[in-house]
């Protein structure tokens, strides 16, 4: 995996190193759990590594962004309908997931954006 940022502590007044790189990506249902199990495939497949770099002091961040189109809750069917029944975004986590990040020490971060 080749990281889209890399940055070493000390460089660029950081404190800690920051390695970021995009592992799957969606813009749907199917396509964003498709992208959670292509993580949990990565995840799995670098366990060493990960396990390494947390016994080291490291940490590891997962962030998950879905982007709404503002404009689907502004202007749903003119705003007729009742806002309390416009579901913009559902995320299912299913435990494979969810055991995976924990077995590691991976912290779980979910970013909703307009």
């Known amino acids: 995996m080749q990281p889209s940022l890399s940055v070493k502590a000390g460089e660029r007044d950081n404190r800690a190193s920051l390695w970021q790189s995009v592992v799957a990506g969606g813009s749907d249902d199917v396509e964003f759990s498709e992208a959670l199990n292509r993580t949990v495939s990565v995840l799995t497949r670098h366990r060493k590594y990960f396990d390494d770099f947390t016994a080291s002091g490291g940490e590891i961040h997962i962030t998950l962004n879905h982007f709404v189109e503002i404009s689907t809750a502004?202007?749903?069917?003119?705003?007729?309908?009742?806002?309390?029944?416009?579901?913009?975004?559902?995320l299912d986590l299913y435990p494979e997931f969810?055991?995976?990040?924990?077995?590691?020490g991976i912290a779980l971060k979910l970013c909703v954006w307009a």
């Open 98 to 104: 969810m055991e995976s990040l924990a077995a590691m």
């Open 74 to 90: 502004t202007d749903f069917k003119d705003g007729e309908e009742d806002k309390t029944k416009l579901k913009l975004f559902e």
